[in-house]
């Protein structure tokens, strides 16, 4: 359980803001920091058996069957990551606390920053990849709302937009990446996938796999050619991005991908693909690093050039690679997590980040100054410091790779890292200070004691890696590779190894190139650059644009159009499936036809042939449709349906009372429209999908079912499964009850839209004006009528409460009994009016919708009491002389509801339409 | 007897529809046609309760009732609509 409880501390966390921010900042900060400090401190206790070599695992069963489990694990490589996570996680609320403005809505930045920090957690402690890709997702859009966070400014918006773009793209990949992944392993959880290297790698789907799950890791991770949105993402306030681009969003990707070293690695795909990409990335990101002059623009680049870094590493598929990269992970977190802190402590003080206006700020801000150097030295992999001895590791790695542009590529990446490094520390700190609007300072505690720790870190970690990090980075690399790996970190190898001697000459180019830099400078800014952003927008335009394109092309709001396309695609489904097959000729007998129902039938058609061909007189049509609904419900009788002829003849009763109602509103003919070719086709598309339907009805009509239909299992289970004898009645109540559920909350909705819609428009100056020219014959309220009405309602409830208790053995139930009653209140409302009708309603129609559902839910929670699933039924047969043996079902219950919601949403609508209706007096 | 009774009686209302579908393509006026409905109605009970005995089935006479006690509902909207253009005031 204390894996799981540990995933979920930060989002608990996450609640707490709204309630703590009325004490002040810093209680509500102390608060979420209690909460990522607890997380931390379990991840701690587990460290002794971590070193021991052990994996911890908490497993929760959520969907077995779709092998979709709360699996968790915590081994080395997910410990160093999560210890990040929340460590400097903690160091960024602290920073946070200090640096946002009193302005800004602090609680919220919180709550996404804890939303953030759950999901990272949750990605390195899942152990089923499923649930991996569920966090995965979340850090995509708690990411969107951490750049965004600024959202009044359009450099945010769209910088949150690219990113959530380019990584919910990726994440999509990667989705289709990891069930084929999990598909050859034979299961979901990491523990199985990482014993099936072998099954996996032999694979056909191992290539679209890799491809898929590296499209994922590449975006999230910025590596070119998906690098775009991260510089773009520095929009966001310095805390989100020293926690997202040094510590957690961008290294969820080299998690994945450490993460799937054992299985996917080794390859020459995995080779050529990975280091490739992490090449790249890695020289080029460093190039465009030493052009820019915004502060947090030079760490953007500089993070994608270490993320590079780190992802050649992983794709060398050595160990003793692996075993680097896991180290660089460790180092860069620390010297970057610094360094975007501060950036945000001088552009605090000095209001700009652009280090062309700035200068001299060693004398101003000396304690800036000596943090900044430590992280900044440690950037360009200066000795002591701890990115020095993860760059030898790297070079030393590279220096041993053949084809000779790789060692080359690196020491050129090298060499372009030291010369951004210190023309950043340069420019920002030495030189002459230029004259500042107010002098600069530095700040207080709060800001620089996060940062400060940090680059005693980064001094530690370079002075004695193997007693600071030597553990963490044992452990780490074992988890990665599967095997058991003791790194040797040392600042001195001797003069052997190669990599020292790139180093030097990284130095010396470095050196070289701040000496060339303002002619280097002149033909930059003269080159012509590809722009990521106009490049991006233009994509995205053209995605938009075919998007709508197809949208409108299907449907463009033209009801037709909708129509013609959905039954174009049946036809044309239809016909592959007629032509595709081989048909059997029909085994059942044809059924006699006597006369009357030849009569009916033709009735039926006559009916609605013309009300296609009148349909333009509305009130005509209505009638017509009557008609229709009418031989439908004797139908319904004749064929042995009487349940569904009893809802249909309540049915049609209360249709036509509320269109008639809708009608009011309506001009009485409808404009004609159409007209020739396209009422030709459109004719003849409908006359081919009819026939079509009639086809395929009687084709299966006249034909044996080629399965066992289920009705057979309804029929004999319905009294010993669900007590009753009504077998359509069982079905809707208990065998499909949770069906049921579904539909009555619909309704419910529908009715409460039905009414807020027709409540807004209600004194509005958009109230349609009832159409009362018709006339104003007779009485309003006839008194014949009203007495009739008035003895029918009971007699109408006495029938509904009849049809309602015998509905599980007998044709009825709630549905019907809820309309029946209905139409009893109908007809007050139309013989006595709506403000008669209204003033004698005790129990609100919302009121009724609420009950029938909560009715209905209690029933089904009722089950669980029982222990057994949601809606499962439970009977009795109770005796109470002189009645005959009657059941109790539960059943019943959840009937009941069905009849409150059925009742209280058909009142609702037509009290709604009756109130839109009224005369307009007093509005 | 009662077979050719019955078969004779449904033989007569299905005659009945067939005039009530004459009268509804001939009848003047909108008043006309919402008639000719109700007598359909009408119609259709029958048919329904004849049938029923027919097949010695109880089963379909709630129908028949159901039709019979809710069918005039639907007569009596219509004329209020034709008369106050609304049916609910």
């Not at chain 1, 699996?71 to 410990?79: E, H, Q, S, V, W």
């Not at chain 1, 030493?290 to 050649?312: E, M, N, R, W």
């Not at chain 1, 951004?420 to 002459?432: D, E, P």
């Amino acid at each position: 359980m204390s894996l799981a409880l540990i995933a979920a501390l930060p989002f608990l966390g996450a609640l707490t803001p709204a309630l703590t921010q009325r004490f002040g900042r810093g209680i509500a900060t102390a608060t979420v920091a209690l909460f990522s400090a607890a997380a931390l401190l379990l991840i701690l206790q587990h460290v002794p058996a971590i070193m021991a070599g052990q994996t911890i695992t908490t497993q929760i069963n959520w969907l077995p069957t779709l092998g979709l489990n709360a699996n968790f694990r915590l081994d080395g490589l997910a410990l160093l990551f999560a210890l990040l996570i929340l460590g400097i996680g903690l160091l960024i609320q602290i920073y946070a606390r200090f640096y946002l403005d009193t302005s800004e809505p602090y609680a919220r930045f919180l709550t996404y920053l804890m939303l953030f920090q759950g999901a990272m957690l949750g990605i390195v402690l899942s152990d089923n990849i499923l649930l991996l890709l569920v966090f995965w997702e979340m850090t995509s859009l708690s990411s969107f709302l951490l750049i965004g966070f600024w959202s009044h400014l359009p450099k945010a918006r769209q910088g949150a937009r690219m990113a959530l773009a380019t990584t919910g793209a990726g994440g999509l990949a990667m989705i289709a990446g990891l069930l084929m992944l999990g598909h050859v392993a034979g299961g979901y959880d990491l523990s199985t996938i990482l014993g099936e290297r072998a099954a996996i790698q032999a694979s056909p789907l191992y290539v679209p796999a890799l491809l898929l799950i590296l499209l994922g890791a590449f975006t999230k991770s910025a590596q070119f050619p998906f690098h775009y949105w991260l510089p773009h993402a520095m929009a966001a306030p310095t805390p989100v991005s020293a926690y997202l681009h040094s510590a957690t969003m961008v290294k969820a990707g080299l998690f994945l991908l450490a993460r799937l070293w054992p299985v996917l690695a080794g390859t020459p795909e995995w080779f050529w693909i990975v280091t490739s990409a992490g090449l790249i990335t890695m020289s080029f990101a460093a190039g465009v690093a030493l052009f820019k002059d915004d502060l947090k623009a030079i760490l953007a680049y500089s993070t994608v050039s270490h993320l590079g870094l780190i992802t050649f590493l992983l794709g060398l598929g050595t160990k003793a690679a692996a075993t680097a990269a896991v180290f660089h992970i460790l180092c860069h977190a620390t010297f970057k997590a610094a360094l975007f802190m501060l950036a945000g402590i001088v552009d605090h003080a000095t209001h700009t980040r652009d280090i062309r206006a700035l200068g001299g700020l060693r004398r101003a801000m000396p304690i800036s100054f000596a943090l900044a150097s430590i992280a900044t030295l440690s950037m360009a992999g200066i000795p002591p410091l701890n990115g020095f001895l993860s760059k030898e590791m790297m070079l030393e790695e590279a220096a041993h790779t053949a084809p000779w542009v790789i060692p080359v590529l690196a020491t050129f990446a090298a060499l372009l890292s030291v010369a951004y490094a210190l023309r950043f520390l340069v420019y920002t700190f030495l030189g002459q200070a230029p004259a500042y609007a107010h002098a600069p300072h530095d700040p207080g505690a709060g800001l620089w004691l996060p940062p400060a720790i940090l680059a005693a870190l980064v001094v530690a970690i370079g002075l004695a890696p193997m007693a600071m990090a030597g553990w963490l980075v044992d452990a780490a690399a074992s988890a990665t590779t599967g095997e058991a790996v003791h790194a040797h970190i040392a600042l001195w190898h001797g003069l052997q190894p190669p990599a020292l001697w790139m180093s030097l000459a990284a130095v010396g180019g470095a050196l070289v190139v701040l000496g060339l830099y303002p002619a280097l400078r002149a033909a930059w800014d003269g080159a012509h650059k590809p722009d990521a952003k106009a490049m991006f927008d233009a994509g995205m335009g053209w995605l938009t644009k075919t998007a709508t394109a197809l949208t409108q092309g299907l449907h463009n709001g033209s009801l037709s159009r909708g129509f013609a396309v959905g039954l174009c695609s049946f036809l044309a489904l239809g016909l592959y499936a007629y032509l595709s097959a081989p048909t059997l000729p029909g085994t059942r007998a044809l059924t006699q036809i006597s006369f009357a129902p030849v009569v009916a039938f033709g009735l039926l058609m006559t009916a609605a042939l013309a009300a296609t061909a009148l349909h333009r007189k509305r009130l005509l049509a209505l009638l017509l449709t009557g008609i229709v609904g009418l031989i439908l419900s004797a139908s319904f009788a004749y064929l042995s349906a009487p349940d569904l002829a009893l809802t249909q003849i309540t049915v049609e009763v209360v249709t036509i009372a509320l269109m008639l109602l809708a009608l009011n509103f309506l001009p009485k003919t409808t404009p004609r429209k159409t007209a020739g070719f396209r009422k030709l086709r459109d004719g003849g598309l409908a006359v081919a999908v009819g026939t079509g339907v009639a086809a395929l009805a009687y084709t299966l009509m006249t034909r044996e079912a080629m399965f066992p239909p289920i009705s057979a299992f309804h029929l004999a289970q319905s009294l010993p499964g669900a007590g009753g004898h009504n077998a359509v009645n069982t079905i809707i109540v208990d065998f499909r009850g949770y069906d049921t559920y579904g539909e009555i909350i619909v309704l419910g909705i529908a009715a409460l839209l039905i009414f807020a819609l027709t409540e807004s428009l209600l004194g509005t100056r958009w109230a349609v004006q009832p159409d009362h020219a018709a006339g104003d014959e007779g009485d309003a309220h006839p008194v014949m009528l009203q007495t009739a009405t008035r003895l029918i309602l009971p007699m109408a409830m006495l029938v509904g409460v009849y049809l309602f208790l015998r509905g599980h053995n007998e044709p009825g139930g709630g549905f019907v009994a809820g309309l029946v009653f209905a139409i009893g209140l109908v007809l007050q409302y139309i013989a006595s009016g709506q403000d008669w009708a209204a003033a004698r309603r005790r129990i609100p129609y919302h009121a009724m919708i609420g009950a029938g559902v909560l009715v209905a839910s209690a029933t089904g929670i009722g089950s669980f009491l029982a222990g057994r699933p949601f809606l499962t039924s439970n009977f009795t047969h109770g005796h109470l002389p002189p009645l005959k043996d009657f059941e109790l079902a539960t059943a019943a219950l959840f009937d009941l509801g069905v009849f409150l919601c059925v009742l209280g949403a058909v009142m609702l609508a037509l009290d709604a339409l009756a109130r839109l209706a009224k005369p307009q007096e007093g509005r | 007897m009662l077979t050719y009774a019955l078969t004779f009686a449904i033989a007569c209302f299905a005659l009945a529809l067939i005039l009530n579908l004459w009268r509804l393509a001939t009848a003047p006026t909108m008043p006309d046609r919402i008639l000719t409905v109700d007598t359909m109605v009408i119609n259709i009970i029958a048919l329904i309760v004849l049938y029923g005995a027919k097949a010695q089935s109880a089963v379909s006479f709630d129908a028949a009732l159901l039709l019979a006690m809710t069918g005039f509902v639907s007569t009596v909207a219509f004329c209020k609509f034709l008369l106050r253009g609304g049916i609910i005031e």
